[in-house]
């Protein structure tokens, strides 16, 4: 296995060297696949993984950079400065939550605020606008227990979180 991984290593630094600098993704394996899907006149990479059944770990030689592991993310961000300040300043409670959750925003919020939340699925479940206000109460009683991905938005900014039902 071991061997595996780095003649992988030398390979991919080879076919990196010879492609400036583009990533390569993919994703094989018994329980695993990666493939581009075009649909009206854009291309989507779509990648799947079911389980772990290698070692996992980040390796770099000769300015390249390897990541073996779960799902890796499509780009890479090199930041040389602070970050602006994307993030809506928020506090989300109660969470764990069984009726609703309150969004109260640590800022003044003047523009229309969007609420989505999804499923670990990636279903979205809520999908509503709420008028500006510095507390806003998001009624989830109907949705069943279980993890969910909150997305808040308002303006250029947003915030996500994960919110469990109980």
């Not at 993919?26 to 329980?31: D, E, L, M, Q, R």
């Not at 990479?45 to 499509?74: D, E, K, L, N």
């Not at 300043?89 to 919020?109: D, R």
Request: glycine letters at 6%; a negative charge.
């Amino acid at each position: 296995m071991k061997t595996l991984f780095v003649i992988t290593f030398v390979l991919l630094c080879f076919v990196m060297s010879l492609r400036a600098q583009s990533i390569i993704r993919s994703n094989v394996g018994a329980a695993g696949s990666s493939q581009s899907v075009t649909a009206n006149d854009k291309t989507y990479y779509v990648s799947q993984s079911i389980g772990q059944a290698s070692v996992i770990g980040t390796s770099t030689q000769s300015g390249h950079t390897i990541r073996q592991g779960f799902q890796q993310p499509p780009n890479i961000l090199i930041v040389d400065g602070p970050l602006a300040a994307e993030d809506l300043l928020t506090t989300i409670y109660p969470n764990p939550f069984s009726q609703s959750v309150n969004v109260a925003f640590n800022e003044e919020i003047d523009e229309e605020v969007s609420i989505l939340l999804w499923d670990i699925t990636g279903k979205i479940i809520l999908n509503k606008d709420f008028q500006p206000a510095q507390l806003i109460t998001v009624p989830l009683e109907t949705i069943s227990n279980g993890e969910y991905i909150l997305n808040i938005s308002s303006g250029q900014r947003n915030k996500t979180t994960t919110i469990i039902k109980r």
